[in-house]
């Protein structure tokens, strides 16, 4: 609770005031100039969109961008005051999606997960073993690489397990945080859909038997048709190892942090303790840090995940019953202790979960206005035989930075883009493989993407 009181506290009410009347009184008198009906936006269903980049880039605020864009959207349906009822209603058809409750409870339980670990000093074991291989910043960051491409089965547990294991160590090395979830970030949805046994390789292929393409029970070999066109996550993967080795050279805003670092300056950025999952927290253990109270959590999720038929939900469950008996059994912790972890592990995941709540919200916000249906009709109306991958992949990623949905983009996406190529006589594999290279890319570089926000919260 401690970061989300401090979110509070740096939020400014006059200007969030100003904005919003601002923002609202703005949408409403445009309100009048737009189709009644949602389904005929048309161009005016970017408006929410680019304002939301806009006011990001200005305020560096995400949580404020998300409701205002929200508000703005649905102003142009409801057009009266009913536009509070309207996000009222939204909000809670979010909260009782399936997928949303699953993603709270999974991501609520790794945060409980990842504090566990913490306390029975596995990550710092992890540490102490990676620092007799690792002799400096660039070794760090590429054992850092090669535990993200270890840990494929999913992107939530790639994000907040290795970033958990591999801070201490890279801090060691004065690396930015900056640069280690570079690494992490690039090693999460990217590869996980280049390797088919993966969540995303698993739900994308479903979707390819829904679809038409793969015949029944054949979606993951259909999947590893479109691997080697998954252009965007060959690229993030293998530029990670380029930038570190410096044949890349950093620049920009990484080039600023590691003056900061060098200046003496934190490895943490100004600010980023508000979503941090272990700011704050300060465990100690009271017997030597010891590799394998991280290994076999890890190993046990792993295994659960896989033999329930890749659910992460039962997963984490179990690896829970699992970490119970091994921390307690080595006099690690109390019952009552290992319940409080699991408690604080939950609360550090406020923050991060509201984000997550607010991005779906924008998205199905975004969905009734037409937005991503209009992007889709206006590529397909204007592209040729030779150019739709390309087009498909460019059009759908700028959706994807600004709405953040990933898998969602599928679900709308993939029905449109399948039957096009097969009418066209496109290749079938590197369309779909397009679709699927902008959900990577729209996990990997969207401000507010699940994965994002896990990724800087680990």
């Avoid at 142009?76 to 309207?86: G, I, L, R």
């Avoid at 394998?292 to 995940?305: D, G, V």
Wanted: charged share 10%; net charge negative; with cysteine.
């Amino acid at each position: 609770m401690r970061k989300l009181k401090e979110e509070i506290i740096d939020f400014k009410p006059r200007r969030a005031l100003l904005s919003a009347v601002c923002v609202i009184l703005a949408t409403w008198l445009l309100s009048f100039l737009m189709p009644t009906e949602a389904s005929e936006f048309g161009a005016w269903s970017l408006l929410p969109a680019t304002f939301l980049i806009v006011y990001i880039f200005i305020t560096k605020r995400i949580l404020e961008s998300l409701v205002l864009s929200c508000l703005m959207g649905l102003i142009m349906v409801a057009k009266t005051v009913n536009v509070f009822s309207e996000f009222s209603v939204i909000l809670t058809e979010t909260m009782l999606d399936p997928d949303m409750v699953w993603l709270i409870i999974v991501c609520g339980l790794m945060g409980s997960i990842i504090s566990l670990i913490e306390k029975s000093g596995g990550a710092m074991g992890f540490g102490n073993w990676a620092a007799k291989h690792a002799k400096g910043e660039k070794s760090s960051l590429v054992w850092t690489w090669i535990l993200g491409v270890v840990i494929f089965l999913d992107d939530y547990l790639n994000s907040m397990t290795v970033g958990s294991c591999m801070r201490s160590l890279t801090d060691k090395f004065k690396v930015p945080r900056e640069m280690l979830s570079y690494v992490v970030d690039s090693t999460a949805a990217p590869i996980c859909v280049l390797i088919p046994i993966s969540t995303w390789a698993v739900f994308a292929g479903g979707l390819l038997e829904v679809n038409g393409w793969a015949p029944e029970g054949m979606g993951l070999v259909y999947f590893i048709q479109t691997i080697p066109y998954n252009f965007y996550a060959w690229v993030a993967a293998i530029m990670v190892l380029l930038v570190i080795f410096r044949i890349i050279p950093v620049f920009g805003p990484m080039k600023k942090a590691y003056a900061r670092v060098a200046a003496g300056g934190s490895v943490a950025p100004e600010g980023s303790e508000k979503i941090d999952l272990y700011s704050g927290d300060n465990f100690t253990t009271q017997t030597k840090p010891k590799m394998m109270n991280l290994i076999i959590p890890i190993l046990s999720l792993i295994f659960f995940t896989l033999i329930f038929d890749i659910d992460m939900q039962m997963g984490v469950i179990c690896t829970l019953v699992v970490m119970f008996i091994l921390y307690l059994g080595q006099g690690l912790m109390t019952a009552e202790e290992f319940a409080d972890c699991v408690v604080k592990g939950l609360q550090n995941m406020i923050m991060p979960l509201l984000l997550m709540v607010l991005a779906w919200v924008f998205a199905a916000m975004s969905e009734q206005i037409g937005f991503t249906q209009f992007v889709i009709d206006t590529v397909a109306a204007n592209v040729g035989v030779a150019l739709l991958p390309f087009v498909v992949f460019v059009a759908l990623a700028i959706t994807q930075f600004v709405t953040g949905t990933n898998w969602g983009l599928y679900i709308i996406a993939l029905p449109i883009v399948i039957p096009l190529a097969i009418q066209m006589d496109a290749n079938v594999a590197l369309s779909v493989a397009a679709v699927i290279s902008a959900g990577v890319l729209g996990s990997h570089c969207c401000f507010y993407s699940d994965a994002t926000v896990l990724t800087s919260a680990a």
